[in-house]
């Protein structure tokens, strides 16, 4: 395709994902949809174009402000994804100019919101839990994440996959913490190799595959993922399981159920169960009550530690929005509790960096019942083998975790914090306890 008609291009898709009617990520692939004579490259250049915008917004929209042409068209030349002399040979001497003007301003010289490019209360959030730490955290989000795999055990060890991946072209690292996980550079197209065909492996962000190992399931259980969505963690419980037992996969969406199905094909996996509830007091909800060993709560959130990959997310997630959210994560985590047995455990989850949906949930569940012992995920984590697990818990907030609990009262350890900027996985928080 021609620069200026790419451009053209990159302008109308970003001109859609400002909108915000929907989530970035279906505006692009219904774009492609539209679209079907654009190539692997013209493609890759749109989403990431696209997605770049989104995540230096505040900064490419005051910058923009000088210039000439259509807001779009300048958003859309600031966050271009693709060789600068390509890019030049779709713009005017006015626009060249423009741009090299742009890109001659110091880091130093701009705004707090333009350099950390997030709404102020969420910003005014995280500088609260980070202080000074913020700013590498405000850096790290506006970079794409990493693109993590899952090795499904049950098909072939990590290492074989490694090699079989090397000889196909791509690169790979295994990655710190889990020990199912391979770390790609770039995007390569994963669909067209044997291992992602024959289900040997899944894209799944390391943070995510920890949380699946933190619920240590074991062969001959029974096990509940309770809001599973497209199942990658519940595949991943299903690996550990070596397909035995039972494991119930449980959403409100049969929708995002239907997309674990082709998945759990390919997986080889024989124990899940998928099942759409109307709610988390549903009558299958409530007949598993006391029988369940394991059941995991990956519980419905913010999003906001998945910035890397949703940067569209900060711009329409709203606070109110987010205290709704906690009604019903502490709701569904009561009533999942129930179908724990004696002995069993019981993992909450999110991928929220935002103490309220996180600590303060956790601590409020614990006070609310005292028969669920909580674990200390640390000292967990160290048992199952995970390298520097301290690491992966240290104290998210430099304040108190609730307004009621002193912070001295919580064992460092208690609880999993993830984040980009320490651990190059999305952000994520993990409580676990123990049914007496």
């Known amino acids: 395709m021609h620069p200026k008609a790419l451009l053209d291009a990159c302008a109308d898709l970003v001109r859609l994902v400002l909108q915000f009617e929907h989530p970035a990520d279906a505006v692009v692939s219904r774009y492609f949809r539209e679209h079907r004579a654009l190539g692997p490259r013209e493609r890759a250049t749109l989403a990431e174009t696209a997605f770049c915008v989104l995540r230096k917004k505040l900064l490419f929209e005051q910058l923009a402000r000088s210039g000439s042409g259509s807001k779009e068209r300048k958003l859309a030349i600031l966050g271009f994804h693709g ?19 742009c890109d001659s301003i110091p880091a130093d010289a701009l705004m707090a919101p ?9 910003a005014q959030a995280l500088q609260a839990q980070l202080g000074d730490d913020f700013w590498v955290l405000a850096e790290h989000l506006q970079q794409p994440g990493t693109l993590d795999l899952r090795v499904n055990l049950l098909q072939a060890k990590r290492s074989e996959i490694q090699k079989e991946l090397q000889l196909a072209g791509i690169a790979s690292e295994v990655t710190p913490y889990s020990p199912w996980g391979l770390r790609l550079q770039g995007k390569p197209a994963l669909q067209k190799t044997d291992a992602f065909t024959r289900g040997a492996i899944e894209v799944q962000d390391e943070g995510s595959q ?33 397909s035995t037992g039972r494991l119930y996969a449980f959403d409100v969406s049969g929708h995002r159920l239907d997309a674990l199905k082709p998945r759990m094909a390919r997986s080889g996996l024989s124990n899940v169960h998928p099942a759409a509830i109307a709610h988390e007091r549903d009558d299958r909800v409530k ?14 959130c ?11 997310l900060k711009w329409r997630q709203k606070p109110q929005a987010v ?20 002995g069993g455990r019981l993992v909450y989850a999110t991928c929220s960096v935002l103490p309220e949906e996180n600590e303060q949930i956790a601590l409020a569940f614990s006070a609310a019942n005292p028969d669920f012992v909580p674990l200390n995920v640390a000292q967990e984590l160290a048992r199952l083998k995970v390298p ?16 009621e609990t002193n912070p001295d009262e919580v064992p460092e350890g208690s609880f999993l914090r993830l984040w980009p900027h320490r651990h190059a996985t999305d952000g994520f928080f993990a409580a676990a306890w123990t049914r007496k």
């Open 114 to 122: 333009h350099r950390h490019n997030l709404p102020e209360w969420m």
């Open 210 to 242: 920890l949380l699946a190992l933190l619920v240590d399931a074991h062969r001959g259980e029974m096990v509940v993922d309770f809001c599973a969505g497209a199942g990658g963690k519940t595949l991943a419980l299903g690996a550990a399981m070596r």
């Open 323 to 342: 205290q709704e959210l906690t009604e019903k994560q502490l709701a569904i985590l009561q009533s999942a509790s129930r179908m724990v047995k004696s």
């Open 388 to 403: 520097d697990a301290a690491s992966l818990c240290a104290p998210a907030t430099t304040g108190e975790p609730s307004l």
């Open 287 to 300: 007949r598993l009550a006391g029988k369940i060993d394991r059941v995991l709560v990956d519980a419905p």
């Open 302 to 312: 913010s999003g906001l530690g998945t910035l890397r990959r949703n940067p569209d």
């Open 83 to 101: 060789p600068r002399d390509f890019l030049s040979a779709a713009l005017n001497e006015t626009e060249k100019k423009w741009l090299a003007t």
